[in-house]
């Protein structure tokens, strides 16, 4: 099992940048796909991004891509998210993730998540 502790989130106004960061414990973490979801109000949680072990292979949410930058550390277990222009739709909880070595984006692919940061950017 692993453990996922998610933090960096806040407030900031269109156009701000935040980032995320995700310290991850209790597996070898270069050995773990992860990925970042959301989950807004009222709304199912949704994928934004994943990265590969290696950090080489990385994919993005169209909706965040061009804007949002996924990154690991395996020297620190910390995987990040740094979010540009940010944008109200952006608003949610996001969520680190793992479905250890699933190259997957359905949630119900992921087993291990973390607790969740809030994000609010306001108009």
């Known amino acids: 099992q692993v453990q996922l502790v998610e933090s960096g989130g806040g407030s900031v106004q269109t156009g701000g940048s935040l980032r995320l960061s995700c310290a991850a414990s209790g597996r070898t973490f270069s050995s773990l796909v992860m990925g970042w979801f959301r989950q807004a109000p009222g709304k199912e949680r949704e994928f934004v991004s994943r990265?590969?072990?290696?950090?080489?292979?990385?994919t993005y949410a169209d909706s965040v891509k061009g804007r949002f930058t996924i990154s690991r550390d395996n020297a620190k277990n910390t995987v990040y998210l740094q979010m540009n222009s940010l944008k109200p739709e952006d608003t949610a909880v996001y969520y680190c993730?793992?479905?250890?070595?699933?190259?997957?984006?359905?949630?119900?692919?992921?087993?291990?998540w973390g607790q969740g940061t809030q994000v609010i950017v306001s108009s």
């Open positions: 990265i590969s072990q290696s950090g080489l292979r990385k």
């Open positions: 993730a793992t479905g250890g070595s699933s190259w997957s984006t359905d949630v119900a692919d992921f087993g291990s």
